[in-house]
């Protein structure tokens, strides 16, 4: 059952907004934008293109890198991680939908390193639950949104991006 829904393109806009002023800030120039699959990807698609970058866009799938790999297994829907470049020196720009524990964003660092070192990484979630694990927090977000313990998140998309909050159902 949805108890609620979130404009994804009004928190799209919002973070487009500040993200390009950050990059400003920092001047940061001709940063290269990387989404972890798939939400994030989702996201990094539409930034990309409101922020008119000019690299390509490259994705991380994290599944190998995750630290309860042994206990979930493997994802059925494994994809490898396409980068248009090294990361070594680049500044990257790092998406994802949800950023709760930290551990998501702590494995997709992992994996970024292991291309190389970079300059920097700049952080986007569309969505903070604020339940972190590990000290990480991200640099832009479109909504801290605190969830009871019985309500979980779902972004859906490509086509409408949509966010639905459900209760867990109960197993």
Not at 29 to 51: F, S
Not at 58 to 65: A, E, K, N
Request: net charge negative; glycine share 6%; proline share 6%.
């Amino acid at each position: 059952m949805v108890s609620g829904v979130i404009k994804v393109d009004v928190l799209l806009d919002k973070m487009a907004a500040e993200l390009n002023a950050l990059l400003k800030t920092r001047q940061i120039e001709d940063p290269m934008m990387i989404g972890i699959r798939t939400g994030g990807v989702w996201l990094a698609e539409r930034l990309h293109q409101q922020l008119q970058i000019n690299n390509p866009l490259g994705t991380l799938d994290i599944s190998f890198y995750r630290d309860d790999f042994s206990r979930v297994g493997l994802n059925p829907k494994v994809q490898p991680s396409v980068l248009p470049s090294a990361t070594e020196g680049r500044n990257i720009i790092l998406v994802d939908d949800v950023i709760m524990s930290g551990r998501t964003i702590r494995a997709a660092m992992n994996e970024l390193f292991d291309y190389g070192r970079p300059a920097s990484i700049t952080l986007v979630t569309l969505l903070d639950l604020n339940r972190r694990e590990l000290p990480i927090q991200a640099d832009v977000i479109g909504e801290l949104l605190p969830l009871a313990r019985d309500e979980q998140v779902k972004l859906t998309g490509p086509e409408p991006l949509a966010l639905e909050i459900r209760k867990k159902d109960s197993q």
